[in-house]
Every structure is written in structure tokens, then in C-alpha cells.
């Protein structure tokens, strides 16, 4: 099937990318937009020998992740928006005892229970963390289903490579819908946990997994430790796209699935006269704030077009410093932002008729 | 000379308990390494620590351990168990870590049937917080947060955890064990054995409560607080054993 195209649906691809990528076992409990990625694994899995696990909830099920990470297996979860927010003490646990688990949120819309049209109200859910203290996780964004696959086999790599909980951020349109797709093989090498994995103290004395500081020098050093290591990260890892950016006046910037709607809007912009250029961060966190800041400082202004009430524009703005002007083109959930939608917007911006933010309610 | 104590292997050399004085902990932290010792399971253990008055373990225990959220160990244990079968796995939790805010992990891991031994110390309180009512505070005891005694009113009932989880399809073994006594200790060992030992036959959840004393919390001396195990807990938590399917098999 490697190099065979297929028409698959968002969720499949994630759950047969998983698979691909070496996943183990996987623990979850049924929430929409998500739930096909356990269907499947729970038919998939037991026939290549694997685990699946119907955890009692969303809270248990990352905690069998965390504990089965640190014996260095590769295991995973996946749930939707309001059920990921049961995940996040455990969540930053897995950041500070380092061990590499695979969370995957399907967005539905929020606050609260919400409702299972798509949405993208988890960024800060998922870039600032919902969980106690200062930790960070690697967020990736795919826009299609292409990258669901790309992103599950990345998102394995870089939680071991890194000994850092990875989110793969999709959302209800992407996890539902179907797009022709390549599995191809997965790129990514193996990694040696050997040094750290809890394998039982053979041959030598035990050792822990743990959180709990010991001595607040300890604690303060272990955090600076984990903060340097997310530097690295940051150095290595930030990924993006750039579109038309060459001689944007204004750049449209989305992530996720919205980033198809942007490229739409580019070309009609484009057709209007309009200088109109796009840029997407692929890694939320970390986030390509210095790209950003470079295409700012070129007088480059932005316009963030989103699916909830303006989380990444925040940090656009961030990134942007006052060098340039940031706009907001947002709708809190539902119906995605239309191609017309979004180009009438841009238009009223650059007509100065509306100010920073401009709702599309 | 013969030796006729010693430290367990499976505690580290350097050890220090973090246990109050008198406090129970200390003994079944040492059936649990003397278990270990006798049954050669130190190179192939795996333990799921809780927070509580035992947080610590990784630091008596010469074993790996990983850390589990407040509640949460029965669910790490099983991810532990479910991608390392031949791994031999255990909790160590306490009766607010266990049958308080990890109630529901808990129960589901025995309905599941998990193939692990988990062992909840009780001792009526939350000890390591300086003593509040928890899920095993008996009636009319008065604790930080019940001031005036357990009354059914304000704080409903306590929890009666090993024949609750006795009642679970997937539980192979449940003992209430305590340690106020010579025999009792015997005993308690003799049941953790069994909970060890369905594991290793893959029979099923394996579960061991065992009552013991805090005397810094209860405001006794650790004499009286035996008493007091004996006079007042064991007569509300009885010991024995709730299930047992040595014999039989989970599964069968």
C-alpha cells in the first residue's frame, strides 16, 4: 500500500499512520469527531498482535499513555477538544518526567461540552497547556489529510527523539472528511530509549520516573533543563509555510485546515490587484515567531484568519512586535470561513473600514 | 553467626523512610521487598507509585518505578502491563489515592482484570496533608475536616474497598490484611503473596487493603494507635479474604 494513493478519510489515516509509525498500543475512550481512530485501531491492532485498551475515560487513557511511555513503548491517545482537556495534568507530568506520548485532538467546538461542528478553540489548549507550571509541548497543525499521515509518523518521531509529548492539532473537518492520500513508508529512523526506558533493574539498581521535585536548587535546574531542551526544539523543529510572501503587501496566516482556505483567498486576492501572500506555522509550538518577525519587519501586514476568537493572532502579534499591522479575521466555531468570506474581509482591511478585528460572524 | 534480620535486597542500601514514627508504612513497604526478594522479581518489576505518604517509594525501593498522577496509578500500571506483559506490576497507593480520587481507575482496572497486584494502604485519613477525612474515615471519627465526627449528613459513608473490589468479574484475588499484630503482619505477607502470585499464573487483578496505623494524625501513641486499629477499625473493615481464585482462573 506504501506507495498507492487512497481515498481515506482524516481519522482512518491517522489511525493506519499509527500503526505505521510502530504504535504499540492504544488507549481511548469515544468522543465525535474522533471516534473512527479507535474503531479502527480496535480492529486493526489485535491483528498485528498489538494492544488496544478501552479506557473508562479520557483521564485513565492518558495515564496508561504516560505509564506505558516510560518503558520506552509507543503508545497513543486520541480525543476531541473538551475530553483532551481531562488530559492535561497528565500531560504535564509526561512533559516533566520526559517521556514520549502521542495525543491526538481532534477539535470539536468549545467551551465546554460544545458541539461537534469543527473548530480550532484548542490552540492555547494545546500550545500554552491546560496542566500546572512551566512546561512545553511540540504541536503539529496538519492542513490535509496527506499531512494527518505525514504529521502521526512525525509526531512519533519527535516524542521519542525529543522525550517530549507531541500534539497532532486536527479538527473535525480534517478528521471527517476524505482526501486522496499516500501512506508511503514512514521516514522517520528508529530511536534508542535504552538509556531512560523503565525495563526492570537487571544487572543494575532500580530507577525512577518521576515528577516530584527533590530540592528546590533540583527543581529550579531541571526546569531550565527542560526549557533548554525546548530551545533546541525550537531551533531544530520550528516549521512552516510560505506562500506568495515575496511581494505580499499583506499576508493572509491560518493553521490547520483553515490554511486551504487562505490559499484560496490568495488567488482571488491576487486576481483583484491585491498583493496577497500566505504564511502557515506547521509547528504552533514551537512557533516561527522569528519568520514572522522577518516578514514584519519587511512592512509586511497580517491578517490571521482563524476558527475561534483570535488565540493564534496573539501570537502573531507577538511575533509582529508594532512593526507591522495585525488583523483578525475570525469565526468562534461552525461553518468554516468561506473563500468569499475571508477575501471580503481582506478587502474591508485594506479599505481601512474595519479595524484589528474584523468578525465574520 | 547466623544473621537473623536483614535489609531486603529490593530496598536500597541508602535508604530513609519518609514515615512518621510509628507510622505502618514502613512494615508493609518491607513485605513488599521481602515478597520481591522471595519470589527473584527485582529485575523484572515494575511499579506504579501514587502521591500520598508513600510518594517516596522510588526512594526505599530498589526497583523501577514511574510516577503516577494522584488517583491515576491503576491506569499507569495498565499501560505499563498492557505493552510489558512479562513485566511483573504493582501499586503501592493509599486509601485517598486509591479508593478517593482514584476510585474509578481503580475499579476498572480489577473489572478489566488487569494482570497487576495493587495494595492500598488504609489508615482512615489523608496522611500525608496532616489528616483529613477521606473515603475510609470511619463514623464519628473526628479528623481535620470533621471536626465534629463522620456524620452521614455532611459526609455520607466510608468505603469498604476490598469487598468492592471482590465484587469485580476481573478480580482474582481481595484481602484486608492489617499490622497491628505479629500474626496479622504474617498474614498480611501471606496475602500479598497470593496478590503477587495471581499475577504471575495471569489470573487477573490482584488486591491486597491493608489497615494500618497513623499514629501522628490520630493524635496516639503508636501502641494506642494499634488499639485503636484493633478496637475501631477492624471491627467496621474485617480481615479476610473477599476472593480468591487460585484455583479457578479469571478466565476460565
Known amino acids: 500500500m506504501s506507495s498507492e494513493k487512497v481515498l481515506i478519510k482524516g481519522n482512518y489515516a491517522i489511525a493506519q499512520a499509527a500503526i505505521n509509525a510502530g504504535c504499540q498500543c492504544y488507549f481511548g475512550y469515544p468522543i465525535t469527531p474522533q471516534t ?86 484548542d490552540y492555547n489548549q494545546a500550545v500554552y497547556g491546560g496542566g500546572n507550571g512551566d512546561y512545553k509541548i511540540i504541536v503539529l ?33 480534517l478528521g471527517q472528511m476524505m482526501e486522496p492520500a499516500c501512506f508511503g513508508e514512514n521516514p522517520y529512523p528508529e530511536v534508542d530509549v535504552s538509556s531512560w526506558a523503565l525495563t526492570g533493574a537487571k544487572g543494575r539498581d532500580g530507577k525512577a520516573i518521576y515528577s516530584c521535585a527533590r530540592d528546590e536548587k533540583a527543581h529550579i535546574q531541571k526546569i531550565h533543563d527542560l526549557f533548554k531542551k525546548f530551545e533546541i526544539i525550537t531551533e531544530n523543529e520550528t516549521s512552516y509555510e510560505e506562500f506568495e510572501t515575496e511581494d505580499a503587501e499583506i499576508i493572509l496566516t491560518a493553521f490547520g485546515s483553515m490554511t486551504r482556505n ?52 496573539k501570537d502573531v502579534k507577538y511575533a509582529v512586535e508594532g512593526k507591522s499591522n495585525v488583523s483578525l479575521v475570525n469565526r468562534p466555531c461552525g461553518e468554516w470561513l468561506s473563500v468569499e468570506e475571508i477575501v471580503s474581509s481582506v478587502e474591508k482591511i485594506l479599505n481601512k473600514k474595519e479595524g484589528a478585528y474584523a468578525s465574520c460572524i | 553467626m547466623q544473621a537473623v534480620f536483614s535489609t531486603p535486597k529490593s530496598m536500597k542500601e541508602d535508604f530513609k523512610f519518609t514515615f512518621c514514627p510509628g507510622c505502618d508504612h514502613g512494615i508493609a513497604v518491607r513485605l513488599v521487598a521481602e515478597l520481591i526478594d522471595e519470589l527473584n522479581l527485582k529485575e523484572n518489576t ?25 488517583g491515576r496509578a491503576c491506569a499507569s500500571a495498565t499501560g505499563v502491563k498492557r505493552t ?18 482514584g476510585f474509578a481507575e481503580s475499579m476498572h482496572t480489577a473489572i478489566r482484570g488487569e494482570n497487576i497486584s495493587a495494595i492500598c494502604i488504609n489508615n482512615t485519613t489523608f496522611g500525608m496533608t496532616g489528616g483529613q477525612l477521606g473515603p475510609t474515615t470511619l463514623m464519628g471519627q473526628v479528623t481535620t475536616t470533621s471536626p465534629f465526627g463522620r456524620n452521614k449528613e455532611y459526609y455520607g459513608y466510608p468505603v469498604k474497598i476490598a469487598e468492592q473490589i471482590a465484587l469485580c468479574d476481573g478480580t482474582a484475588f481481595s484481602a484486608r490484611v492489617a499490622l497491628d499484630t505479629i500474626p496479622h503482619i504474617n498474614q498480611a ?38 488499639e485503636w486499629v484493633k478496637n475501631s477499625m477492624i471491627p467496621e473493615f474485617p480481615l479476610g479474604t473477599f476472593k480468591d481464585l487460585t484455583e479457578v482462573g479469571v478466565n476460565k
Open chain 1, 36 to 121: 473512527e481512530i479507535g474503531e479502527y485501531l480496535s480492529a486493526e491492532m489485535p491483528k498485528l498482535g498489538r494492544g488496544y485498551v478501552s479506557a473508562e475515560s479520557e483521564l485513565a487513557a492518558i495515564n496508561m499513555v504516560v505509564g506505558a511511555a516510560a518503558t520506552g513503548a509507543k503508545v497513543m491517545t486520541s480525543s476531541s477538544s473538551c475530553a483532551v482537556a481531562l488530559m492535561q495534568e497528565a500531560l504535564s507530568y509526561a512533559c516533566s518526567d520526559e517521556v514520549p506520548v502521542v495525543v491526538v485532538n481532534v477539535m470539536r467546538a468549545g467551551p465546554g461540552l460544545g458541539y461537534v461542528y469543527p473548530a480550532q478553540g
Open chain 1, 141 to 173: 497543525a496538519p492542513a490535509t489529510v496527506q499531512e494527518c499521515i505525514d504529521y502521526t509518523y512525525k509526531a512519533f518521531y519527535l516524542a521519542r527523539k525529543y522525550r517530549n509529548p507531541v500534539i497532532l492539532l486536527a479538527d473535525g473537518l
Open chain 1, 262 to 313: 487562505i490559499k484560496a483567498a490568495i488567488r482571488v486576492l491576487r486576481e483583484k490587484g491585491v498583493k496577497a501572500g500566505g504564511f502557515r506555522p506547521i509547528t504552533l509550538s514551537p512557533f516561527p515567531t522569528k519568520r514572522i518577525s522577518e516578514l514584519a519587519a519587511d512592512g509586511k501586514d497580517f491578517v490571521v484568519v482563524e476558527m475561534n476568537m483570535g488565540q493564534m493572532f
Open chain 2, 46 to 70: 515494575i511499579c506504579s507509585t501514587c502521591v500520598g505518604c508513600s510518594v517516596f517509594l522510588y526512594d526505599f525501593l530498589n526497583i523501577d518505578c514511574v510516577e503516577a498522577p494522584h
Open chain 2, 84 to 101: 510489558n506483559p512479562e513485566k511483573f506490576v504493582f501499586t503501592y497507593q493509599g486509601d485517598g489515592d486509591f479508593a478517593s480520587i
Open chain 2, 189 to 226: 505477607k501471606q496475602a500479598l503473596k497470593k496478590a503477587f502470585e495471581v499475577q504471575l499464573k495471569g489470573l487477573g487483578f490482584g488486591f491486597v487493603e491493608i489497615l494500618s496505623s497513623c499514629p501522628t494524625n490520630w493524635h496516639m501513641t503508636p501502641e494506642e494507635a494499634h
